[in-house]
Structure formats: structure tokens, C-alpha cells
């Protein structure tokens, strides 16, 4: 996520989706994961993380990302807008379509722990465009 207008910095996580779904029962975990399929059907366990603008600390908001209109209803409209039409943009949709297939993969494939993570796509590695990363953890 690029920083919006007035400075303010968001990125999502799916960071407390993997360690639930790890706390889960696998038959359970499956069951979830099969549900997703539309690159929206994330928003809805994608957590915001936004970021100290003092130290740049990374912190998670309290909020997913299908709630976000709620949580920003005090921001300037050029937040607002930045935001919706980041969310909506194909970049995102891709993103997120991407992330679905990961999880689909490590959840009902059976590639426990065979995959990097996090997952984010454009380059090779173990799970196409994989390559590892910082992870947030509360």
C-alpha cells in the first residue's frame, strides 16, 4: 500500500489469519479456506497495520480492511479516496487473488510449511513468485 496524501502509511496483513487458521483444526482450516475465492472475500481477514509517524513502528489497527470506511470516517477525503480507489485498483485485486491461491495451496494442497511466507508475488521461489519477508505478530 502506497502512503496516503497526508503521510499516513497503512499496509494489510494476513499475519492473524495464518496463525488462527495454524491453531485451527486442519478440517476446520479447510473448510474456510475453500470459501475463498473472489479477491474480496480477504478484506474480511485482512488486518490493518498502520505505522508510528513519529518511528515508523508498525502497529496493528484494530480493524480489517472491509472495515474500513468506519475506521476513517475522520480522515481527510483525500485519505478516504486514496484508500478506496488503492483497494479497488487491479494491483490490489491481483494481490489479493494471489494470496487466495497461496493459502488454497498451504490449507488444502497439504504444503504445510513447504511455501515461503510471506507470499508476496511477482518473482520465483518456492510457491510461484514467493520470496520471504518481514512478518507482523502481535
Known sequence: MPVLPSGRRIEFSLDRFHALLGRMDT????????????????????????FGRDDGAPFFADYVAADWKAYAAEWCAADREALKAWLASAEAHRNRAEAIAYIRALVLDGH???????????????????????LLRQ
Do not use: N
Not at 470459501?35 to 497495520?49: E, G, H, K, M, N
Open 112 to 134: 504445510r510449511g513447504a511455501l515461503s511466507y510471506p507470499y508476496v508475488i511477482s518473482h520465483g521461489g518456492a510457491y510461484p513468485g514467493a520470496h520471504s519477508g518481514s
Open 27 to 50: 478440517r476446520r482450516a479447510q473448510e474456510i479456506v475453500a470459501t475463498l475465492s473472489d479477491p474480496d472475500d480477504l478484506l474480511f481477514v485482512l488486518d490493518a497495520v498502520h
